[in-house]
């Protein structure tokens, strides 16, 4: 009998016909947490997106479960240490999003400075009585051009966007648990201790992923390094403590910042809607782009099958499950 696999998501459909082609799919878009504890009962695999937490509570109920699928580069959304526990393997979605996320990282920040969406609402709100008053209400935005650009994280992501840099005229600085001797090769990246390139660069661009050692690591006393700065956040929203980063919003402490992603999603009001000119917020939506989605779906597919035949994928999240039940005792095709 084939196995048993939950799409929980509005899949493309060609990576859910590949799928459809080796196991049994069972499609529940977007079910709540007792919609997932009722159904993942019997299923030896699922794909999800983030919208979808995998939590203890409902990994408890996950009896035949053997792999979790994220059509995601981020994971947090899921308990990898209780799945590890169970012998259940976690994959990702890894190189497939870099370039839209750095495309889209970078259209955040030249929004940020130079007030692109501020001056959307300006217009269309009839604002516009006369190029005086526009030179008036606009003459502190500024250009990426010459400034200094600090990354923090760079993998696939942060790569990308280090690549883009150096076409705007600034200059690259990164900071990485593990120093890239390749994009400081390729760029002419310079290399930072976290709170010396906090303190250097004009902007600091967050590509991180959310771990027990990156929550929070712009806290507040970090944040108040970035007196003057700008602040982008591409990775996931606890990397920043929000608190103080609103406290230092008020404070005028920041220039600036911009954001695809929250501490707490979906977001229906923050306080930093009150910052209109300080801030460009959007729904957590960098990597949907139609060449992507696909291609993640077809990748997020493969890691599902390879789990089932035994094999173990690159992608693969924990690789301590492997101590815990060995990959030849998952397989089931």
Same mark, same amino acid.
């Given at each position: 009998?084939? @196995?048993?696999?939950?799409?929980?998501?509005?899949?493309?459909?060609?990576?859910?016909?590949?799928? /459809?082609?080796? +196991?049994? +799919?069972?499609?529940?878009?977007?079910?709540?947490?007792?919609?997932?504890?009722?159904?993942?009962?019997?299923?030896?695999?699922?794909?999800?997106? @983030?919208?979808?937490?995998?939590?203890?509570?409902?990994?408890?109920?996950?009896?035949?479960?053997? +792999?979790?699928?994220?059509?995601?580069?981020?994971?947090?959304?899921?308990?990898? $240490?209780?799945? &590890?526990?169970?012998?259940?393997? +976690?994959?990702?979605?890894?190189?497939?999003?870099?370039?839209?996320?750095?495309?889209?990282?970078?259209? !955040?920040?030249?929004?940020?400075?130079?007030?692109?969406?501020?001056?959307?609402?300006?217009?269309?709100?009839?604002?516009?009585?006369?190029?005086?008053?526009?030179?008036?209400?606009?003459?502190? *935005? $500024? &250009?990426?051009?010459?400034?200094?650009?600090?990354?923090?994280?760079?993998?696939?992501?942060?790569?990308?966007?280090?690549?883009?840099? @150096?076409?705007?005229?600034? /200059?690259?600085?990164?900071?990485?648990? &593990?120093? #890239?001797?390749?994009?400081?090769?390729?760029?002419?990246?310079?290399?930072?201790? !976290?709170?010396?390139?906090?303190?250097? *660069? %004009?902007?600091?661009?967050?590509?991180?992923?959310?771990?027990?050692? =990156?929550?929070?690591?712009?806290? $507040?006393?970090?944040?108040?390094?970035?007196?003057?700065?700008?602040?982008?956040?591409?990775?996931?929203?606890?990397?920043?403590?929000?608190?103080?980063?609103?406290?230092?919003?008020?404070?005028?402490?920041?220039?600036?910042?911009? =954001?695809?992603?929250?501490?707490?999603?979906? *977001? #229906?009001?923050?306080?930093?809607?009150?910052?209109?000119?300080?801030?460009?917020? &959007?729904?957590?939506?960098?990597?949907?782009?139609? $060449?992507?989605?696909? %291609?993640?779906?077809?990748?997020?597919?493969?890691?599902?099958?390879?789990? !089932?035949?035994?094999?173990?994928?690159?992608?693969?999240?924990?690789?301590?499950?492997?101590?815990?039940?060995?990959?030849?005792?998952?397989?089931?095709?």
């Amino acid at each position: 009998m084939k @196995p048993k696999v939950g799409v929980f998501f509005k899949m493309k459909s060609g990576p859910l016909n590949e799928l /459809k082609k080796h +196991v049994q +799919v069972v499609l529940i878009p977007y079910p709540n947490e007792e919609e997932l504890k009722e159904v993942i009962r019997d299923l030896d695999g699922i794909i999800i997106a @983030p919208v979808t937490r995998i939590t203890r509570e409902v990994l408890e109920e996950a009896r035949r479960l053997k +792999v979790i699928s994220c059509q995601s580069a981020g994971y947090d959304h899921v308990d990898v $240490e209780e799945a &590890t526990r169970r012998g259940v393997y +976690v994959t990702k979605v890894s190189g497939l999003l870099s370039e839209a996320v750095a495309e889209f990282a970078l259209g !955040l920040l030249i929004n940020l400075m130079r007030k692109i969406h501020y001056a959307d609402r300006f217009i269309r709100e009839g604002k516009w009585e006369s190029h005086t008053q526009v030179w008036k209400s606009f003459k502190s *935005v $500024e &250009t990426l051009y010459g400034k200094k650009v600090g990354i923090v994280g760079m993998g696939a992501i942060g790569k990308a966007i280090a690549r883009r840099l @150096p076409v705007f005229g600034a /200059k690259v600085y990164y900071w990485s648990r &593990t120093r #890239k001797k390749d994009i400081e090769r390729e760029v002419g990246a310079t290399y930072l201790d !976290l709170d010396e390139l906090l303190e250097s *660069v %004009d902007i600091v661009v967050l590509a991180l992923p959310l771990t027990k050692e =990156t929550y929070h690591i712009i806290d $507040e006393e970090r944040i108040r390094k970035l007196k003057g700065k700008y602040l982008v956040n591409i990775g996931r929203g606890a990397l920043i403590d929000e608190k103080a980063l609103v406290k230092a919003i008020k404070e005028g402490i920041l220039k600036g910042f911009a =954001t695809d992603v929250f501490e707490n999603e979906p *977001v #229906k009001e923050h306080e930093l809607f009150r910052f209109e000119w300080e801030t460009v917020l &959007t729904p957590h939506y960098a990597g949907l782009a139609n $060449e992507v989605l696909e %291609d993640m779906g077809f990748r997020a597919v493969e890691n599902l099958l390879k789990v !089932l035949r035994g094999e173990i994928p690159e992608d693969l999240v924990n690789k301590e499950v492997l101590k815990v039940r060995p990959i030849t005792s998952v397989k089931m095709l």
